[in-house]
């Protein structure tokens, strides 16, 4: 999120965008990542169990990602329109779930949404909070198609280090001291 923690609204579906899959795009995205026949051979996926040509479910995801990171960079324009400084997003420490619901065929258009479900601050990095999110893809029917539960980490804009950290912190650049602290 390009907003700072401590306004990062939870409970807000963030619209990413849409994209709408073609049949070459699945083919050729199979046969570069994932090259099983059904998504690579359209003739031969007419008798998987799917009936036909599907998306590889990380086709999906990496469509979404995408949309996702697009989006959240976006943001940092909308914020400054509307007068504020943009936030800082940082990495993410993982994806603690991940679902294909249905799969994905040439001509769906998938629609994706974040939403952060809860936050906290970071136990173990000073500074920053955790957004916990849920990614979703819906086809053009409304049918749920991916999900997965992400984290991501997110500055706070008011933070103080303690003294205790400014101490420590300082205390290990010196030479002796720094290798007796990190240990």
């Given at each position: ?69 697009d989006r959240l960079f976006a943001e940092e324009d909308v914020v ?14 993982g994806v603690n779930r991940m679902d294909f619901h249905a799969p ?31 990614l979703e893809g819906h086809n053009q029917a409304s049918q749920l ?39």
């Amino acid at each position: 999120m390009t907003r700072w923690f401590e306004e990062v609204a939870l409970d807000t579906p963030f619209d990413l965008g849409a994209h709408t899959f073609t049949a070459e795009e699945i083919v050729r995205f199979g046969k570069l990542y994932d090259p099983q026949y059904f998504h690579t051979d359209p003739e031969a996926a007419k008798h998987s169990h799917f009936g036909g040509l599907v998306a590889s479910g990380w086709h999906t995801v990496s469509v979404g990602h995408r949309k996702m990171v697009d989006r959240l960079f976006a943001e940092e324009d909308v914020v400054r329109a509307e007068g504020g400084e943009p936030g800082v997003s940082g990495p993410s420490p993982g994806v603690n779930r991940m679902d294909f619901h249905a799969p994905v065929r040439p001509g769906d258009t998938v629609r994706f949404t974040l939403t952060v479900t809860s936050k906290r601050p970071s136990n173990s990095i000073p500074g920053w909070g955790l957004l916990f999110n849920l990614l979703e893809g819906h086809n053009q029917a409304s049918q749920l198609v991916y999900s997965a539960d992400i984290v991501g980490f997110s500055k706070l804009r008011d933070y103080k280090m303690p003294i205790r950290l400014k101490a420590l912190a300082a205390l290990s650049q010196l030479p002796g001291i720094g290798r007796l602290i990190r240990r």
